[in-house]
Each structure stands twice: as C-alpha cells, then as structure tokens.
C-alpha cells in the first residue's frame, strides 16, 4: 500500500505545456501533434503612389527674343500612400494538451479561434484532481488485503497506519475708360494708359502715330527692363529636364486639377441649392416660376457632375501616364519596425519614371524664385503695372495683388537630378532620390512600455533570462521563445501604435525620425490602432497539484486584448489532503475496531476452553481407532479424517493465542 501512495503523489501533478511552433515535417504523410495557436499581428495593405508632377520650364516674356533663356522650376515627385489595417497571424504557439492528462486527472480543454484564422479568441481548461478519492479506495483495498493476509482476526488491525505517513504536499479685390475706346483695340488703349498714367486724351491721327510709336518703344524698353531683373537674380545651372511629351501631361495636369477644383465648388454650390429648392416644394409646392428654377438647378447639377467626372478620368489617365503604383503588405514579419520592401522602387517601376526625363542635362539660367520676388517687391508701382501688362501672368507668379512678394521655399538638393549635388546627374540616381521611402511603426507614447531603472520599486526592471524581479518572485520572467516547454499560455495584449511612411531626406535636408526629412509629411492617415506585436509578452501558468480543482478561462479580441480573464480554484490543497487523511483514518479505526472486536471474541476464555476440549475428543477418538486391532478397509479414512480434526483444532488455538501474543507484546523498535 505504501508503494501505492508512493505512486500517488508522483503522477498528482499536471500542467499545460507550451512551446513555440517552429516545426513543419520533412514530407507530406508525416503529421504533428499537438493544438496550435497564434497571436495576431498588425500587418498593413499599403498602397504608394509615385507620380511626376513638375518639370523644369523656359520662361516666357512674349514678344523678346530673349524667351526661352530663363528656366524655373525642378523634377518633382508626388508621393502617396494609403495603408489599411490587418490583423494576422504572428507569433505560433503549440499546446500539448496530453500533458493535463493524469491517472487521478479528469480534464476539459476547450479551444476558439478568430474566424478563418488560428488566431486564439478564447481558452478554457479545466482540471479536477481525484485524488481524495483515491487515496480513499486505496486504503480500503489495503485493509482488504490485510484482512485477507491476517486471517479471521486481528494482527494486521494492531499493524495497519500504526506510525505511517501517507502522504505529502507543496505549493505560485475695374478698367479705364478713354474716349478713343471705340477705335483703338482694348489692349492698345490699356498699355498707352500705363505708359502715360493717365487716359489718352483726343488727338490727330499724326500725333496719335507718334504717341502709338513712341509706346511700343518705351513697352520694349520695360520689357528689356524686366528681363535685366530677372537675369540679375538667376543663376546658371545644369540639370535634368522632362521629355515634350511628359512636360505637356505635367502642364496639363495642372489645368485640369485647377479646373476640377473650380468645378468642385460650383457644383458644391449648385447641390446646396437643388437640396433647397427640393425642400421647399415638398413644404410649400412649386410655382410655374419654380418648376423651372428647380429644373434649371438640376441641369446645372448634371452638367457639373458630368464635367466633374470627366475631368477626374483625364486626370487618372495622365496619372497612369506620369507614374508608378504599387502594394504591398507590411510587416511581413514580427521583427518589422522600419526596415521595409517599398523604400525604393523596383526596376520596372523605375524604368518608367526615368523614360520620362531627358538623359542629357541642360545647362541654362534658372530664376531664384526668393530673390526676383523680392527684387519685384521693391520695384516702383508704376513699373510693376508696366510689366503687367506685357507679362501679367510672369509678374503674378511673384507678386500678390497688394504688391508684396510671395514666399517660396527652397527646393532639396536631390542627388542625381542637378549639378547641385555631389553626386553625377543621372535620371536613374535622381528617381531614386525622389522617391525613396522610410516607414516605421511605432507605440504612441502614452502606450510605450516602460524603462526602468535599476532597483525602482514601481515597475519591474529587465532581468536576464530565467532570473526572478527585485520585489520578489512575482512576476516571473519566462522565456517566450524557447524550445523548452512552459507551463502556461502565452499572450501579448496589444498597445497602440502609429504608422509613418514619409519621404527620406535629400541632401542639405535636416532629417527627422526614420531618416525622413524633418518637411516631409507622414503620408498616411495619422490614425491609432492597435499593434499585438509592440505590446508586452504575458504569461498565465495552469499547474494542477495533487488534491486541487482549477481552471483557466481566457477571450480575446481580435488585436489580442485580454477582453475576460478567470482563474478558478474550487478545492485547496490542505483541504483536500485533510479530506482524503480523515476518510482513511475513519477507514482505518473502524477496521481496527472491527479487528479488536473479533479477537474478543475469539478470546473468551469459554471459547478457548471449548476448542481445548474438542481437541482432547478428537485426539481420544483418534487415540482409540488406532488401538483397536480389528481389521477393517474403511479405517484408513476413519484414522486421517480423525487425524486431520486433530490438526485442525489445533490450528484454531495457536491462531488465536499468536493474535493476543501481537496485541499485547511490546514493541521493541
């Protein structure tokens, strides 16, 4: 029986055992066991978009044959990008659920996984120990045995627990008028106004030749004015130029955004109005003049969605023409936090950008837009109103409507695109220096896990593997990712996070985060969502020991928070040790009494003396059948069976005196 227990207490301990799921078998017919499971993941679709949107330009001062000297402007790439959220699988865990298994063990294991995943949503397990029970029938097949071994009465009674330990247990903003504006042309009368500051009054056809003549040669001295201005604040440049083909789509592309915005706000405008219009006949009913006011708007509407519609699809099919898109998925794996596939273009894509610039440089006057608008700024208004009106939409480009000078930032020296930088013009060099990328995902700040600084007593300092926390042995640290099993399930709730794609700085760019240029925008939406795989590993052990019932019960969502947690513990330790020591100890008086009972009986001094009596009558009868001497074939038998009573008293009598010897002898160790 002592083996027995012996036994007990070695299997009475069960516990989950987990491991990450690293494995895959080496051919199709071989299986793995276990149940596997997965924390998500955040993983974005992301979307980038590369289009080019600005090219070098000649200036144009009509009517000079300077036009075409003066360049303004660089190559510029619009970048954009979209990325929308997922949640995958990322971390793999696998549970050897046999390990719950136990011969005192009865066990209920219950898994759920996100839809279409193995992305674990919930957990339930639970582990009820019999051991009480058994121990219990242990002892009652002990006695049997004892009851058996020791005969009608007694020695095992005096014998059975008698200084016996069972069992042992541990615990975790207007025009002039003249009156010769009936017979010169507008444009005419508009310029010798400007010239001569005041209406062209009547004259004669000869002096009106002379003044005719003498303002084309002040408006060509202007001009020439103009041009010294802007050729003192240019310089001379080397740089890549856009093909014809692609400069037209770029210009174009300008109109047409402008047009789609105007359209944008007339039609904005023209719903207001037909939203109105709709109301008010529901309420009030339609007049004649009403009907076709109403049916005038919505004329209006169609027209501008119909120019709305047009414009948006010639401006995607110069998009397509202008650039490059692609998608991809990121993080592709755990580890990902900046390192990413759609920093550079790839080759097909960058092909096409390149195809768009002219491989030889040009090497011309480029306008320091700062510099000529200021230099405008500081020109008489009287000159500033000459050079309108030969170059109005040139000066307006520089100059607001109150004469001040607009501002303008200087463009990134971009490697490959000019003789700016240090690096030789190349168009392939200066793609990739347009559109290169850098992406980075990262904990909002109120969520970043803290740092904590050695022997700090709010938080948990980073220990070493297997090592214990400064306050204690709670929490402790346990290795996630090791192949040695673990006795519990692993969890990392999420925290916030915040995605960022921007563009890398170019040269003479002071750079911020990820390498980007501190200017760069972040081209995604700033939204904040939750990202598993920043957030803290966890731990929840499940240990079943002899004569405890437990359970653990986990939900999650579908980010991995811990969305309820129960830990259950319906019987504790002691108690079920005292149980199962009390029942056997009830066991084991009563067979003790029942013991002590039979050898009272069995030792009443009548009874003994009955025995001895038998035993001398069946010792005379079978004295006497040896001494007769007359022959008989039947005595044979007469004598054994004599015999074997003889014996069998006998028997009887040295049993009993051998169980009151065990009784009352003393013990000598």
């Known amino acids: 029986m002592l083996g027995a227990m012996a036994v007990l207490a070695i299997s009475g301990c069960t516990h989950l055992s987990v491991v990450p799921d690293r494995s895959v078998t080496g051919t199709p017919d071989q299986a793995l066991s276990g149940v596997p499971y997965a924390l998500p993941m955040l993983q974005y679709d992301v979307a980038v978009s590369r289009t080019l ?45 046999s390990k719950l298994d136990g011969a005192l063990k009865t066990t209920n294991f219950s898994i759920e996984y996100q839809p279409g995943t193995e992305i674990l949503k919930g957990l339930n397990v639970s582990v009820e120990d019999h ?30 627990g008698a200084g016996t330990t069972l069992l042992s247990a541990t615990g975790a903003g207007a025009p002039k008028v003249n009156n010769y504006s009936k017979i010169l042309p507008g444009d005419v009368v508009a310029r010798l106004d400007a010239l001569m500051g005041t209406p062209v009054p009547s004259l004669s056809q000869q ?44 210009a174009k592309r300008g109109t047409l955004a402008a047009t789609l915005e105007s359209d944008g706000k007339k039609l904005k405008a023209a719903n207001s109005a037909l939203e109105t219009l709709t109301k008010l006949a529901t309420v009030r009913g339609l007049t004649k003049e009403g009907r076709t006011k109403l049916g005038d708007t919505v004329e209006q509407v169609l027209m501008l969605s119909k120019s709305v519609e047009d414009t948006q699809a010639a401006l995607t099919a110069i998009d397509k023409r202008l650039g490059t898109a692609d998608n991809t998925a990121w993080p592709t794996s755990f580890a990902d936090r900046s ?5 550079k273009l790839d080759g097909d894509a960058t092909g096409k950008l390149v195809k768009l610039l002219v491989a030889a440089p040009v090497t011309a006057l480029v306008i320091d837009a700062q510099k000529l608008a200021d230099a405008l700024a500081l020109t008489s208004a009287k000159d500033l109103a000459l050079y309108r009106t030969f170059a109005k939409p040139f000066v307006d480009a520089y100059i607001n409507d109150d004469g001040t ?24 060099t200066c793609i990739a220096s347009l559109t290169t990328l850098a992406a980075g995902l990262e904990a909002v700040k109120t969520d970043v896990l803290p740092d904590c600084p050695t022997g700090a007593p709010e938080c948990r300092s980073t220990l070493a593997a297997g090592a214990q926390t400064e306050r204690g042995d709670f929490p402790r640290q346990v290795l996630g990712r090791s192949a040695a099993p673990q006795d519990g399930l692993f969890l990392r709730p999420p925290v916030r996070a915040q995605l960022t794609i921007c563009r890398v700085a170019a040269s003479g760019e002071t750079a911020g985060p ?28 499940l240990v079943n020991q002899m004569f405890s019932n437990n359970g653990l019960s986990i939900s999650l969502t579908k980010e991995g928070a811990i969305e309820k947690f129960q830990y259950a513990s319906s019987k504790s330790i002691a108690q079920g040790i005292t149980a199962a020591a009390a029942d056997a100890a009830t066991q084991v008086a009563a067979f003790d009494k029942q013991r002590r009972d039979e050898h009272l009986k069995n030792t009443d001094p009548t009874g003994l003396l009955q025995k001895q009596i038998a035993l001398l009558e069946a010792q005379a009868k079978y004295d006497a059948l040896v001494a007769d001497p007359t022959p008989d074939p ?10 074997a009573n003889v014996e069998l008293v006998r028997a009887q009598i040295a049993s009993l005196q051998a169980q009151t010897a065990v009784i009352t002898a003393r013990p000598l160790d």
């Open 53 to 97: 949107t600005g090219c070098p330009e000649p200036v144009r001062i009509e009517g000079d044959a300077a036009d075409g000297q003066f360049w303004k402007g660089s190559v510029a790439v619009e970048l954009a990008a979209t990325a929308t959220p997922n949640q995958i699988a990322g971390e793999r865990y696998l549970i050897n659920y």
């Open 131 to 160: 051991s009480g029970e058994v121990v219990g029938n242990v002892v009652k097949a002990g006695l049997a045995v004892a009851a058996v071994a020791s005969g009608p009465a007694g020695a095992g009674a005096a014998t059975i």
């Open 207 to 250: 002096a009106l030749d002379r003044a005719l003549k003498q303002a084309a040669a002040d408006e060509q001295a202007t001009r020439q004015q103009l041009i010294a201005l802007v050729r003192a604040n240019s310089a001379s440049k080397t740089f890549l130029t856009c093909t014809a083909v692609a400069a037209v789509d770029v």
């Open 339 to 343: 390192v990413n596939p759609f920093s």
């Open 405 to 428: 000078a607009k501002r303008f930032t200087s463009d990134p020296v971009f490697a490959g695109c000019s003789g700016d930088s240090a690096v030789a013009i190349a168009p392939g």
């Open 514 to 541: 990820l390498g980007c240029a501190k200017t760069a925008k972040n081209l995604v939406k700033d939204d904040k969502v939750l990202a598993p795989q920043l957030g803290q590993l966890r731990y929840f052990r």
């Open 634 to 643: 039947m005595k044979a038998i007469a004598l054994a069976q004599a015999q």
